[in-house]
Nanobody, 127 residues
Framework: QLQLVESGGGWVHPGGSLRLSCAPS????????LGWVRQAPGKEREVVSC????????DYADSVKGRFTISRDNAENRVYLQMNSLKPEDTAIYYC????????????????????WGQGTQVTVSS
């Protein structure tokens, strides 16, 4: 079964930064669009950012625009989420998700589109 593995979560003060990383198990990311999805207790799942298979198309939720940056390195087979100016409301479990898109150079802000998921990494922003 194809899996994704996230790392880089933790606890940080408001205003701080974290960098999440995601790597696949048993497949290469080159033909997949990727998303970072978060879920906080009592809230709906939210795709905070996504990136197309070639890295040229990106999208962000309004709540994170200007603070979060998604990137990918297909040579290293990894996707990243740089999170700056973190706020307490960013506290959530963050999941990496993938959908095979091949030459379709889109990315998706609908979490229901993704086929493969990681186990999640906790991000806590608190003073």
């Amino acid at each position: 079964q194809l899996q994704l593995v996230e790392s880089g979560g933790g606890w940080v003060h408001p205003g701080g930064s974290l960098r999440l990383s995601c790597a696949p198990s048993r497949f290469t990311l080159g033909n997949y669009a990727l998303g970072w999805v978060r879920q906080a207790p009592g809230k709906e799942r939210e795709v905070v950012s996504c990136i197309s298979s070639n890295g040229e198309s990106k999208d962000y939720a309004d709540s994170v625009k200007g603070r979060f940056t998604i990137s990918r390195d297909n040579a290293e087979n990894r996707v990243y989420l740089q999170m700056n100016s973190l706020k307490p409301e960013d506290t959530a479990i963050y999941y990496c998700a993938a959908i095979r898109t091949g030459l379709n150079l889109k990315c998706y802000r609908d979490s229901g589109r993704y086929d493969y998921w990681g186990q999640g990494t906790q991000v806590t922003v608190s003073s």
